[in-house]
């Protein structure tokens, strides 16, 4: 898909058309039909499903103004499809901020809960070794109350 680089659009008889689109150019193309219809005949793609079966009955200025207004509103949907693009790009971006953030503090707590871990491992161990040591003197304060007796 190609990207419309700038939103500019400049007015040619009342028909809006993008400065930078790829290989196509509405001044050229209209300006060709134009050339055509002096010339006194008309280019095959009226005949088309693009203008309705009437085209054969209304003249050439008709049609003319006919594909312009045509023209008018497909540019129109182009804009606006340009435009919800744009926003889509942006919401994109943002989103992949916000993923970008959210891995980020994803890692910070990872390695919080493993500092964490550790640390009960450790407390674990300490209370072992406090129990152990307080049944030991248990045992001593036991031995010794029937020393003294």
């Known amino acids: ?28 193309t209209t300006s060709k039909i134009e050339e055509k219809l002096e010339k006194g005949g008309l280019p095959d793609c009226l005949h088309d499903d693009i203008i309705p079966s009437i085209g054969n009955e209304i003249g050439a200025e008709a049609q003319i103004r006919f594909l312009k207004a045509k023209l008018r509103v497909t540019q129109e949907e182009l804009d606006s499809v340009v435009s919800e693009c744009r926003k889509k790009d942006d919401e994109n ?10 891995e980020e503090e994803n890692t910070r707590l990872q390695r919080a809960i493993s500092m964490q871990r550790s640390q009960t491992e450790k407390y674990k161990m300490l209370s072992q070794e406090a129990n152990k040591k307080s049944e030991e003197l248990q045992q001593e304060a036991i031995a010794l109350e029937k020393v003294l007796q």
């Open 1 to 28: 898909s190609s990207k419309i680089r700038s939103p500019e659009i400049q007015s040619v008889d009342d028909v809006a058309v993008l400065e930078d689109s790829i290989d196509f150019s509405l001044i050229k």
């Open 93 to 102: 971006q943002n989103l992949k901020s916000q993923l970008k953030d959210m």
